[in-house]
């Protein structure tokens, strides 16, 4: 095993990582190269989250870190050390109500497998947080950026726009 300049043999080195985790403060030693999916899935046991493609391009990870919406799978675990990570199973209030989009999504039948699904509503919960989604366009743009191989996308554009007007009542909903 090769050394570092510090002499200590590399590939094997551990941080302590702090952070909230849908609101909760968790510890853990981790080893550097540790994704924050991986993180999450094995140390945290929050298998909410999933890992698809391990490049940042199917969407599977999406999880909000600091309230931005990032791909865990590219994100090494010591990186969210001191702050705010937020998972689908955050998503639920405390009493497990779903939140709007998880609502949404179940009514219209906006998943199959489920694989896809829970970066689907992490990435709308983000978009939802900017205001109302207001047209079809609109809501493909903002399912545009994670992959589904089983839907065609109509009950998920559906979902969007429900759970838009479920958020912000005086929007309009329309279909473009």
Do not use: W
């Not at 702090?18 to 550097?32: D, F, K």
């Not at 909000?64 to 090494?76: I, K, P």
């Not at 990570?85 to 489920?114: M, N, R, Y």
């Amino acid at each position: 095993m090769p050394e570092s300049p510090s002499g200590t043999r590399t590939g094997h080195e551990t941080q302590v990582v702090r952070t909230t985790v849908n609101g909760v403060e968790r510890e853990a030693e981790v080893a550097t190269r540790l994704t924050l999916a991986d993180f999450l899935r094995h140390e945290l046991r929050l298998t909410g989250t999933h890992v698809g493609c391990e490049h940042g391009v199917c969407g599977a990870c999406t999880v909000h870190v600091d309230g931005a919406a990032v791909r865990s799978c590219l994100m090494l675990a010591v990186q969210a050390n001191g702050r705010r990570v937020d998972t689908v199973e955050g998503l639920a209030g405390p009493d497990g109500e779903l939140a709007p989009i998880q609502e949404a999504f179940s009514k219209h039948h906006a998943l199959q497998c489920g694989f896809c699904t829970s970066g689907f509503l992490m990435s709308v919960a983000e978009a939802l947080k900017e205001g109302p989604i207001e047209t079809e366009q609109a809501a493909r743009e903002v399912l545009g950026g994670n992959i589904c191989r089983c839907t065609g996308y109509a009950g998920m554009v559906d979902a969007v726009l429900e759970a838009s007007q479920t958020s912000y009542p005086t929007a309009k909903g329309e279909h473009a």
